[in-house]
């Protein structure tokens, strides 16, 4: 794959090379530093990953290859007014997203009123028939959500796909900013930085607070199901299980005892009130999903409709994930809020029309293709950066199954300075910031997770494709 370049919006650098106001305070101290000391910083920085063992399995590659997140050392800043900006769309999108999980398992309000056609719906595989007229604890589905915005402008963020079912990453972003306070402490007494180490905590309120009504008034136990050490984000798992105070879990050590999830103990079986599950739904419960499932716990779908758990998050939220389902977005949000959509999608091609098939057949050069059920930057074609032969191999897939596909023009994604040899170079960034949703109200940590493709040129910021990530901050007002 060739690299290419766009015109761009520079977060740091004006128009007239003039360094913009959220970066004036770090670029006066980062002009007053020893490069050669920041280069033994930055090597420092990696030692430190390492022994943490913050890694991520690349899946494909050498049976599940660990391999080290890319970690760069110069942050990715916001001023608090472009947050609160943020954070107002972020929730309203979020609000209209649960709203719309509600209505799909019940009344299907918004099919009826032909807002969402029933072919994106029909066949999912991210629809749960099981979830049909049951309401999870709170009226919660989506405890957990990772917006993924990028940005194209001074006030132009575009949200590029939502990920309610279990967004990852939130480990990373709390040891980038531990990371960074330990390599620079003098940096944030001059310049003042929004928190983000509350979450840990904050998450385990909001799980609390969605306790099921088996939990009787007392304080809920919450404990992280994890597929196991050979999961890509097991660290995070363990990680988020230990801030949290929470137990961490595998299939193997639940059962269904008395009409109850239980875990096992030193003192016996106890019973558990909020699962925070990273399984996927379908092995979340071999009874009634996936069969040969190992991963889940059998009877824990029968135990959570009759009220006896709470999951997070719930199954079937995944269908939200569906970039299909994107694409009606802007409806959805004006559906259910009943105001215009404060965060823009990204213009979307739905290929399962024939009309927009015809016109991403005769654009695929200028167009980025991506599956409806597709994650981590796999499966998708970047037109402006692929070669022939790969377009041309695109094509034949795009044509066997359209309905697979969306498409969407290639943006210019702002650039944020990242650290090499030479000094500072712009890099193409997008930002996942973490929302934690209860009856008590829904709660965004301030900044979030910074992907960035270190490759100059690239539009890839997936770790599994050899992007990077660093700190975000907000700065306080």
């Known amino acids: 794959m060739t690299t290419t370049t766009f015109s761009h919006y520079d977060e740091m650098i004006d128009g007239q090379g003039q360094v913009r106001p959220a970066y004036a305070g770090y670029r006066e101290w980062y002009d007053a530093q020893d490069p050669r000391w920041m280069m033994k910083q930055g090597k420092q920085a990696e030692s430190f990953f390492r022994r943490t063992g913050i890694t991520f399995n690349v899946y494909g590659e050498d049976a599940g290859q660990e391999r080290l997140i890319p970690f760069d050392m110069i942050p990715r800043i ?21 709203a719309f999980l509600h209505d799909l398992y019940h009344k299907r309000e918004i099919v009826k ?3 969402v056609p029933e072919r994106v719906l029909k066949g999912n595989e991210a629809f749960l028939p099981q979830m049909v007229g049951f309401t999870p604890p709170g009226e919660v589905y989506t405890h957990i959500v990772g917006v993924d915005l990028v940005r194209t402008g001074p006030d132009e963020f575009m949200v590029l796909e939502d990920n309610a079912r279990t967004p990852s990453g939130v480990s990373y ?50 404990a992280v199901l994890t597929p196991g050490i050979y999961n890509s984000a ?7 299980a230990d801030q949290m105070g929470a137990e961490l879990v595998e299939g193997g050590d639940l059962r269904v005892v008395d009409g109850r999830v239980c875990m096992r103990t030193t003192r016996g079986w106890t019973a558990i009130d909020v699962l925070y599950r990273r399984v996927d739904d379908n092995f979340l419960d071999p009874l009634t999903f996936n069969p040969s499932s190992v991963l889940g716990v059998p009877g824990i779908m029968d135990v959570y409709r009759a009220g006896g758990i709470t ?40 290929c399962a029309e024939a009309d927009s098939l015809a016109y991403v057949l005769d654009h695929l050069p200028e167009l980025v293709v991506k599956e409806v059920h597709g994650s981590g930057g796999y499966g998708m074609l970047i037109g402006p950066t692929s070669s022939k032969s790969e377009i041309a191999a695109f094509e034949k897939k795009l044509r066997a199954r359209p309905e697979n596909y969306i498409a969407q023009p290639t943006l210019s994604l702002s650039t944020v300075p990242i650290f090499t040899k030479a000094g500072l170079a712009p ?14 109200g829904i709660n965004i940590t301030p900044g979030g997770l ?3 493709a270190l490759k100059k040129g690239s539009l890839v910021v997936n770790s599994s494709q050899g992007g990077g990530t660093k700190d975000s901050w907000v700065l306080a007002e």
Not at 190 to 195: A, E, G, T, W
Not at 234 to 240: N, S
């Open 450 to 452: 910074t992907r960035v």
């Open 311 to 350: 999951i997070a998050n719930a199954p079937g939220t995944g269908i939200a994930d569906d970039k299909a389902i994107y694409s009606f977005m802007p409806e959805i949000v004006e559906f259910y809020t009943g105001e215009k959509p404060i965060l823009k999608n990204v213009p979307t091609w739905r």
């Open 113 to 115: 009123a032909g807002k």
């Open 78 to 98: 916001v001023t608090a007014d472009e947050w609160k900006k943020l954070s107002v769309g972020i929730e309203q999108r979020v609000r209209a997203i649960n």
């Open 234 to 240: 097991y660290f995070e798992h363990a990680f988020l």
């Open 427 to 440: 890099r193409h960034v997008d930002l996942r910031p973490f929302v934690l949703v209860s009856p008590n």
């Open 173 to 222: 972003m709390l040891e980038n900013r531990e990371t960074m306070m330990a390599m620079f402490p003098e940096l944030f007494s001059k310049v003042q930085v929004q928190p983000v180490s509350d979450y840990p905590r904050a998450l385990a309120r909001s799980l609390a607070a969605c306790a099921p009504p088996a939990a009787n008034g007392h304080r809920p136990t919450v």
